[in-house]
């Protein structure tokens, strides 16, 4: 953890632009950060010269428990996130400590999240490209959703959308999924992990 309260935190939705890929299952971090900005009342707008768009606000109770966030999703297409993501961090002087990337994980089941701090990108482009920019010592917020049925290729089935089946749940996990950042954000990886790491 960063030792300054007063640092800002920034929270990355990984997905790529455009209405095409808005239900993909690659995109699910755009919609946990889409949630976020509609609790705290923002609305994204291009982020100066960042390929990104941003919305700036704060989480948590009045007090010393209250951060100072910027929500951001990168434009750049998810291969290439790492370049606004690093662009963000420097402009707003935000420790890497602090910053958190939700994203989809293949090896986790459909809905179920794990938090953590740091490790490898378990061939997630998106982790990739934000590890080479800036190292990894970054938290994630990672967004189970299954590996592909049968023989389909991986690439096709992170750029699909979420299954009728899976849309039934999906609002549920994705307000869950953003529920866990507002307490890793506000009381800790610890207790974050306690409670949602399902």
């Given at each position: 953890m960063t030792s300054d309260p007063s640092a800002p935190w920034l929270i990355v939705g990984l997905g790529n632009p455009g209405p095409e890929y808005a239900m993909n299952r690659h995109n699910v971090g755009f919609m946990v950060v889409d949630l976020l900005a509609e609790r705290i009342g923002g609305r994204f707008k291009r982020a100066g010269k960042a390929q990104a768009q941003v919305v700036e606000g704060r989480i948590g109770p009045p007090g010393p428990m209250n951060r100072r966030v910027i929500l951001a999703k990168p434009m750049s297409f998810m291969n290439l996130s790492g370049?606004?993501?690093?662009?963000?961090?420097?402009?707003?002087?935000?420790?890497?400590?602090?910053?958190?990337?939700?994203?989809?994980?293949?090896?986790?089941?459909?809905?179920?999240?794990?938090?953590?701090?740091?490790?490898?990108?378990?061939?997630?482009?998106?982790?990739?490209?934000?590890?080479?920019?800036m190292g990894s010592d970054y938290h994630r917020v990672r967004f189970g959703i299954g590996r592909p049925p049968g023989r389909m290729q991986v690439a096709d089935f992170v750029l699909k959308d979420f299954s009728g089946a899976e849309r039934k749940e999906l609002d549920y996990f994705v307000d869950r999924a953003a529920d866990a950042v507002e307490c890793l954000v506000i009381e800790g990886l610890e207790r974050a992990q306690g409670t949602y790491n399902s």
């Open positions: 370049g606004p993501v690093n662009a963000l961090k420097d402009f707003y002087k935000v420790p890497v400590a602090n910053i958190v990337a939700i994203h989809d994980e293949l090896d986790i089941d459909h809905g179920t999240l794990r938090l953590k701090l740091g490790g490898g990108d378990n061939g997630h482009n998106g982790l990739k490209s934000m590890t080479k920019a």
